[in-house]
C-alpha cells in the first residue's frame, strides 16, 4: 500500500510559501502523494491552484485530491484544470471527484444543491469524452476516482472511474465500501479491479489545535463532527495501526491529512512510518 501525505491547504496558519516549502519537504520524505481537500466557503486555498504550484516545486510526488467536488464547477473548466495540472506535473495527477454535500458551497457558486447527483453523473461522461476527444486543454488525461457511500456513488465510480476513493473512517468502514465498489465493478462487467484510496487525520504530538480545526471544518454535520474527532490520530501507535488496518483491508493508497500546519509533522509522521 502507498501512503501519502495532504498538503495543509485548509488549515488554519499557513501561508503560500509555506504550502510549497511542505511540497518540498514531503517529496523528500518516504511519501507518495500529495493530496488536497476542497472548500469554496472556507479560509482554504484552492486545490487545483495548490496542486499546480506543487507540480511546479516538486519532481516525482503524485498529487491527488481527496476529493473535489465536482458538481460545483462547469465541466470544461473542471476538464482543462485537470489536464493542466496533468501535463504541468508529467502526469502525476489522479483525481478524486465526488458529489459533495455542503449547501453553503454550492450557494456561493450559484449551483443547484438539490440536483447534484445527475448533474454529476453527466458531468462524469462529459470528461471522459473531453479528455478522449483532447477537445479541452493538453493531453494529460488524469486517473479518475469517485467517491461517495451510496449506491449511486459506487456505480458511478464503476461506469465512470478507474477506482473509489473513501472519505474516512476506521478500517472496517472502509472495508465495508471497498466490497460495495467491488460488487458495482463486477455487476457493469468491468475487467481487473478498481483502485482503492483511502483518508485519514493526524497531529502528532499535537496540543488539541488539530482537533478544534477538525470540529469548525466538520461543524455543518452537527453531533457527528465528534466522532471525526475522535478519529484523529495523535499517537504512533494510532497511525500505525490505523495504516495497518487499512492495508489488511485491500487500500492501495492511503492518504493521511494533516490536522495542523507545523511541517515538524512531516518529520513525525515519516519516522512513525519508517
Not at 501519502?4 to 491547504?9: D, E, K, R
Not at 487499512?246 to 491529512?257: F, M, P, R, S, T
Amino acid at each position: 500500500m502507498e501512503i501519502g501525505v495532504g498538503l495543509p491547504t485548509t488549515t488554519p496558519g499557513l501561508d503560500g510559501p509555506g504550502v510549497i516549502g511542505w511540497a518540498r519537504r514531503a517529496e523528500a520524505g518516504p511519501f507518495a502523494s500529495l493530496g488536497v481537500l476542497d472548500r469554496v466557503v472556507y479560509d482554504s486555498f484552492d486545490p487545483m491552484a495548490s496542486l499546480a504550484a506543487a507540480a511546479a516545486a516538486t519532481e516525482r510526488i503524485g498529487l491527488v485530491t481527496m476529493v473535489v467536488v465536482g458538481p460545483l464547477r462547469a465541466t470544461a473548466l473542471l476538464a482543462k484544470q485537470a489536464a493542466s495540472v496533468g501535463a504541468l506535473s508529467g502526469g502525476r495527477l489522479t483525481l478524486g471527484l465526488s458529489v459533495g454535500a455542503r449547501v453553503e458551497d454550492f450557494m456561493a457558486t450559484g449551483s443547484d444543491h438539490r440536483d447534484r447527483g445527475l448533474r454529476f453523473t453527466e458531468q462524469l461522461l462529459d470528461l471522459r469524452t473531453a479528455w478522449e476527444e483532447r477537445t479541452l486543454g493538453p493531453p494529460a488525461r488524469p486517473q479518475l476516482l469517485v467517491g461517495g457511500l451510496t449506491g449511486a456513488a459506487f456505480t458511478r465510480a464503476a461506469r465512470y472511474a478507474d477506482g473509489y476513493v473513501h472519505g474516512g473512517g476506521p478500517p472496517r468502514a472502509f472495508a465495508r465500501a471497498a466490497s460495495m465498489a467491488f460488487d458495482a465493478w463486477s455487476d457493469l462487467g468491468r475487467s481487473g479491479r478498481p483502485r482503492l484510496f483511502g483518508q485519514g487525520y493526524f497531529a502528532l504530538g499535537g496540543d488539541g489545535a488539530g482537533n478544534a480545526y477538525l470540529r469548525h471544518y466538520y461543524a455543518f454535520t452537527g453531533p457527528f463532527a465528534e466522532r471525526i474527532v475522535a478519529a484523529n490520530l495523535t499517537t504512533p501507535h494510532a497511525v500505525r495501526d490505523f495504516v495497518r488496518g487499512y492495508e489488511e483491508a485491500g487500500c492501495d493508497h492511503l492518504v493521511l491529512l494533516p490536522t495542523v500546519s507545523d511541517p515538524a509533522q512531516l518529520d513525525r509522521l515519516a519516522d512513525v512510518l519508517s
